[in-house]
């Protein structure tokens, strides 16, 4: 099946204005989480859905970044006012938020923000 | 705060030769998560180990978790060119098993 779609593939703004990007999760997962990756450094947590329960934003870097998902499926992540810091991969992951121990992360291929 | 750690950050080794990973965590895991990240490409899950003392195989990868919980390693035997890229572990936050808490990654370069 489908996996994990992210748009766009590239986007390259200037600085100041603002951007969107999209993340389409597998069918059926419950769970969504966004994350920040610089050049050659690891996975920074921005934020995590689960289901109809309140998003934990505790992982966004300040109030630029917004994020929200509709009907419990596609994801739209906000960053106003968009600062040359904000360069990096948005990655988009979702799994089955299931309460158990299986809950492996299924990566969107990521959005490489430039900004100029 | 909760944390895991990797070491090491970077691995330059000759072909053929073997590799391991170090992933140590600040508290008691219920399970570990390993991914590996291709260049230019994104997290790929691996495997999870759930066990006291579980080791599990994949062809030339061998995962160990810690009896304690605490730790896991990844080896890799005879390495070669397709196994470069960054090996993360993760944990599941305390309270939370839905979200992880991720090491910074293991760097691997293979020289052919």
């Keep these: 099946g489908a996996g994990v779609s992210q748009s766009p593939s590239n986007k390259v703004t200037e600085k100041g204005k603002d951007v969107e990007?999209?993340?389409?999760?597998?069918?059926?997962?419950?769970?969504?989480?966004?994350?920040?990756?610089?050049?050659?450094?690891?996975?920074e947590f921005l934020i995590y859905f689960q289901g109809?329960?309140?998003?934990?934003?505790s992982g966004l870097p300040s109030d630029r970044f917004s994020a929200e998902r509709t009907g419990g499926s596609v994801s739209t992540l906000t960053i106003q006012r968009t600062q040359q810091e904000d360069s990096a991969v948005y990655l988009c992951a979702s799994s089955l938020g299931t309460s158990g121990?299986?809950?492996?992360?299924?990566?969107?291929?990521?959005?490489?923000?430039?900004?100029? | 705060g909760q944390q895991v750690m990797q070491i090491p950050q970077y691995q330059h080794v000759q072909e053929g030769e073997d590799f391991t990973t170090y992933c140590n965590s600040s508290t008691t895991l219920s399970n570990i998560q390993w991914?590996?990240?291709?260049?230019?490409?994104?997290p790929v899950f691996l495997i999870q180990l759930v066990k006291s003392g579980e080791v599990k195989k994949q062809k030339r990868l061998t995962f160990q978790f810690g009896e304690a919980k605490k730790n896991s390693s990844l080896h890799i035997t005879a390495t070669q060119t397709t196994d470069v890229g960054t090996y993360f572990c993760a944990g599941p936050r305390a309270g939370n098993n839905r979200k992880l808490i991720w090491g910074l990654g293991t760097s691997l370069a293979v020289n052919p």
Excluded: M
């Excluded at chain 1, 059926?28 to 050049?39: D, E, M, V």
């Excluded at chain 1, 121990?101 to 100029?116: A, C, D, I, K, S």
């Design chain 1, 101 to 116: 121990f299986y809950n492996e992360q299924f990566f969107g291929p990521g959005t490489r923000l430039t900004v100029l």
């Design chain 1, 52 to 57: 109809n329960s309140a998003p934990d934003k």
């Design chain 1, 21 to 43: 990007l999209r993340c389409d999760p597998i069918s059926g997962h419950t769970a969504l989480y966004w994350y920040r990756q610089s050049l050659g450094q690891g996975l």
């Design chain 2, 35 to 42: 991914y590996k990240q291709r260049p230019g490409g994104h």
